[in-house]
């Protein structure tokens, strides 16, 4: 186990769970003096028909996620950290491995679920995926 961690990334999707791993995430990154990178992935693989219609609801998927994340960063006292904050779109347990991988995060912390409650009993969890392929920590933070 690292004796601390100084580079920790969250990753939200506005779910609950998610939720009570971002407020960990802040005590350890606070513990630690750690740079705390907060991500949101908007998962579009569901958006099958016509591109325009896929484009526009891709638009508002996003616009939606800025919302959540701007909420929950103004709503907490992450502004006391060095932090930053990146949304994208894309699969999220690959966008958050690929994420991890760029910006040198030395551990990983998720929510045991997160929304796609269904999916996860279809295909498998992005949490499981994370802490499987993640040459990283992962801490999994039960709600």
Do not use: W
């Not at 920790?8 to 995430?25: P, R």
């Not at 502004?79 to 994208?88: G, N, Q, V």
Request: hydrophobic share 45%; net charge negative; with cysteine.
């Amino acid at each position: 186990m690292k004796e601390s961690y100084k580079k920790i990334l969250v990753a939200v999707d506005g779910s609950t769970s998610s939720t009570n791993a971002f407020n960990e995430a802040l005590n350890v990154a606070e513990r630690n003096d750690a740079k705390l990178f907060i991500l949101t992935v908007v998962d579009f693989k569901f958006s099958i028909g016509d591109p325009a219609f896929i484009n526009d609801a891709l638009k508002f998927h996003l616009n939606n996620a800025e919302i959540e994340l701007e909420q929950l960063v103004a709503n907490s006292k992450v502004s006391r950290l060095d932090y930053e904050t990146k949304i994208d779109s894309g699969n999220p347990k690959r966008k958050i491995i690929d994420y991890a991988l760029e910006n040198q995060v030395d551990l990983i912390m998720l929510g045991a679920t997160g929304r796609g409650a269904v999916e996860q009993a279809i295909v498998g969890s992005t949490t499981a995926y994370v802490v499987n392929h993640a040459n990283c920590n992962v801490m999994v933070v039960r709600s």
